[in-house]
């Protein structure tokens, strides 16, 4: 089974890359973040002559999530148990989405971005990661947490550190919130294959940053030891990063057994 995460940056702009990628690379799951549309806007038709059905849930032009699988999509759950609301009124945001992939569970999650280290929004962004956390703990068999997780959680994953120091995605509670996880029990399963610094998953649009590699690392694929035992392989797509009309990140690749 092919499993794969990407933040596509509008999901309706992006359409003909995201049915390129599934055909180029064989994919039997493709957990997507910020679809940036209501599922009833999703140009899906064509998904659908490919053979894959699709979970969506999206309230607006903002974040959204779907899961597009070829192998089942059972047990659709929008949102995970506690995840935090956000805004006036509050409201739960379109960043978490589950369903069961060929005997998998793939959550595909948009974490909060966290804007500034004194946001509002950065404070929500570690609370939606604890709550996460806390709903992680309660999940069983085969599981795969997939997605854009807005934290680069090792020096090696910014182009470079200095330039980030007052800025989020490297801090020590949000780089403590990602090592949580990990004592958890869950593995980062695509480092292994994917080593060394400058292997970048989101270059910003601006100043040619892709160009000059000046990315960083942050959408990853955490299984439990069930999923990871499974773990026969995974790469990172770096040149779907490229060419015109391009989302900001680039697909992770995962193989199972």
Same mark, same amino acid.
């Given at each position: 089974?092919?499993?794969?995460?990407?933040?596509?940056?509008?999901?309706?702009?992006?359409?003909?890359?995201?049915?390129?990628?599934?055909?180029?690379?064989?994919?039997?799951?493709?957990?997507?973040?910020?679809?940036?549309?209501?599922?009833?806007?999703?140009?899906?038709?064509?998904?659908?002559?490919?053979?894959?059905?699709? /979970? #969506?849930?999206?309230?607006?032009?903002?974040? $959204?999530?779907?899961?597009?699988? +070829?192998?089942?999509?059972? *047990?659709? =759950? &929008?949102?995970?148990?506690?995840?935090?609301?956000?805004?006036?009124?509050?409201?739960?945001?379109?960043?978490?989405?589950?369903?069961?992939?060929?005997?998998?569970?793939?959550?595909?999650?948009?974490?909060?971005?966290?804007?500034?280290?004194?946001?509002?929004?950065?404070?929500?962004?570690?609370?939606?990661?604890?709550?996460?956390?806390?709903?992680?703990?309660?999940?069983?068999?085969?599981?795969?947490?997939?997605?854009?997780?807005?934290?680069?959680?090792?020096?090696?994953?910014?182009?470079?550190?200095?330039?980030?120091?007052?800025?989020?995605?490297?801090?020590?509670?949000?780089? /403590? #919130?990602?090592?949580?996880?990990?004592?958890? $029990?869950?593995?980062?399963?695509? +480092?292994?294959?994917?080593? *060394?610094? =400058? &292997?970048?998953?989101?270059?910003?649009?601006?100043?040619?940053?892709?160009?000059?590699?000046?990315?960083?690392?942050?959408?990853?694929?955490?299984?439990?030891?069930?999923?990871?035992?499974?773990?026969?392989?995974?790469?990172?797509?770096?040149?779907?990063?490229?060419?015109?009309?391009?989302?900001?990140?680039?697909?992770?690749?995962?193989?199972?057994?």
């Amino acid at each position: 089974m092919r499993l794969a995460t990407w933040n596509v940056n509008s999901l309706r702009s992006r359409i003909d890359r995201v049915e390129g990628f599934l055909q180029r690379h064989d994919v039997d799951v493709l957990a997507v973040q910020e679809t940036k549309a209501r599922e009833e806007q999703l140009p899906l038709m064509g998904l659908s002559s490919l053979g894959y059905d699709v /979970a #969506a849930v999206g309230h607006d032009q903002w974040n $959204g999530v779907a899961i597009i699988s +070829r192998v089942g999509l059972e *047990g659709v =759950e &929008v949102g995970f148990a506690g995840m935090p609301t956000w805004g006036e009124p509050p409201v739960a945001e379109a960043r978490a989405l589950g369903a069961t992939c060929g005997g998998v569970r793939v959550w595909s999650l948009y974490v909060p971005n966290g804007r500034k280290v004194d946001d509002p929004h950065y404070a929500y962004k570690l609370e939606w990661l604890a709550r996460l956390r806390e709903a992680a703990r309660a999940m069983t068999g085969d599981t795969a947490l997939v997605g854009d997780w807005n934290i680069a959680p090792q020096d090696e994953d910014v182009f470079d550190l200095a330039a980030f120091a007052r800025s989020t995605h490297v801090t020590r509670p949000e780089r /403590a #919130a990602f090592e949580a996880f990990l004592e958890d $029990g869950w593995s980062d399963v695509t +480092r292994a294959h994917t080593p *060394g610094p =400058e &292997v970048y998953t989101y270059w910003d649009y601006y100043r040619q940053r892709y160009e000059r590699n000046r990315g960083m690392r942050i959408d990853f694929v955490l299984g439990d030891p069930g999923l990871a035992g499974r773990v026969r392989g995974a790469f990172i797509d770096r040149e779907e990063r490229a060419g015109k009309g391009a989302s900001d990140h680039a697909p992770v690749v995962v193989d199972l057994d």
